[in-house]
């Protein structure tokens, strides 16, 4: 890994010093294509029993040494959380009752939209550039091939 952050060696060391060399409690992996160095890079940067949360749409190759050696959990994500593909949730709009389910789809985007209204989530840093629509072929070009890109916004009318 080398990117504008600096090396994967870089990397190590910054996570060892702020973790006291013991490691993430987990690492959530929001990326697509081929799974397979990325998740044993993340074992290595777990404490022992630690997680690997699988988001995006990687493929699910690795190493059972990696993991067995750390007793690591490896787990996909639903997308949404409680109720997605759920038609009575999504379609009838019955909710679950919070008693039994805390988060839900629904009750996780609420919050996510209150935070960001707070102000106590920032997205800013994370955008690295705003394209028109007419150029989302040049969009998705900078995220094809490694790059300092994070987030882009295509933009629908005048800005």
């Known amino acids: 890994m080398k990117d504008a952050y600096g090396s994967q060696a870089d990397f190590e060391a910054r996570l060892a010093g702020m973790t006291g ?31 690997v949360v ?8 690795f190493s059972r040494g990696d993991m067995f050696a750390k007793e690591a959990q490896v787990l996909i994500s639903r997308a949404g959380g409680p109720g997605r593909y759920d038609p009575q949730y999504e379609q ?9 389910v805390r988060w839900t789809e629904g ?7 209150r935070l960001l209204a707070e102000k106590r989530i920032f997205a800013a840093p994370l955008i690295s550039g705003i394209y028109p629509v007419e150029q ?10 490694p790059s300092a890109a994070v987030g882009t916004l295509l933009a629908y ?3």
């Open 21 to 51: 060399g013991t490691g993430f409690d987990s690492v959530i992996l929001c990326v697509g294509g081929s799974g397979q160095k990325l998740i044993n890079d993340s074992f290595r940067w777990l404490r022992d029993r630690g997680k």
């Open 54 to 61: 699988i988001v995006g749409d990687l493929t699910a190759e």
């Open 92 to 100: 009838e709009n019955r909710d679950y009752p919070i008693g039994y």
């Open 107 to 113: 009750r996780n985007t609420a919050e996510y939209i």
């Open 136 to 145: 989302a072929a040049a969009a998705f070009a900078e995220h094809a091939a």
């Open 157 to 159: 009318g005048p800005r």
